[in-house]
């Protein structure tokens, strides 16, 4: 797959762009908050040539993702808040040990909830679908209230610089009567997960892709003939 064009819906840094916004965007505007950067530095490539570099800022990030800067420093620190949430009550349940934690989000008429696995682990055991013996479930559910008023849905702040944003969150573990319940739960959780990226599971863009990356090296042979 090249890049030929500055521009279009295909084959151009545009579209490198547009797509780095909705898959990577949210983790460097987390990365460069972490490390207290500026911004980054990105290479257009793939595994033969190096298209061209572009630096983002910050702020570009942010009012890509967010709107503001204002409004990506609120969702940086409500992340870190739950984050943190959840790694104490994991390693308040599992002092001192390894840890595995798998996340699965459900979208809820009231507001969004997340259900956490907490496994205690050791180096010698490999991965598999299956849980390890010491297992936990927490279940995290958060609301988000602009000016007081509950939000469904997708968030939307129009006044960055007036609007108030709280971020309401609770986290439980969830006893489960039967042991085996919950470990039914995570395999079916991790099988789910792991059929998003199985072969026929592919999504027609990502075959139309394969396809033009496979005419662009036909065409870079014939070039390289010549």
Known sequence: ?????????YGSFE??????????????????????????????????????????????MDSRLFGSSKLGDQVFRNALVMFESVLDKATQKYPQQTLRLSFETRPGESGSSMLIYAEATNDAQKFD??????????????????NGRLVQGPLTIENPARDKWIVRTQLNEIEQDEDEKKRTMFRSMRKKQAMLYSPRNKSPILKMFKRMSEQGLREEELENKA
């Open 1 to 9: 797959y090249s890049l030929k064009r500055s521009h279009g819906l």
């Open 15 to 60: 579209r490198e762009y547009y797509d780095m916004i909705r898959s990577a965007f949210l983790k460097y505007s987390f990365q460069v908050r972490i490390g207290h950067m500026d911004g980054i530095l990105v290479a257009y490539h793939n595994t033969r040539k190096i298209f061209g570099f572009q630096y983002i800022s910050r702020e570009e």
């Open 129 to 146: 679908y299956n849980p390890y013996e010491k297992l936990s479930l927490f279940q995290l559910k958060s609301q988000s209230l602009v």
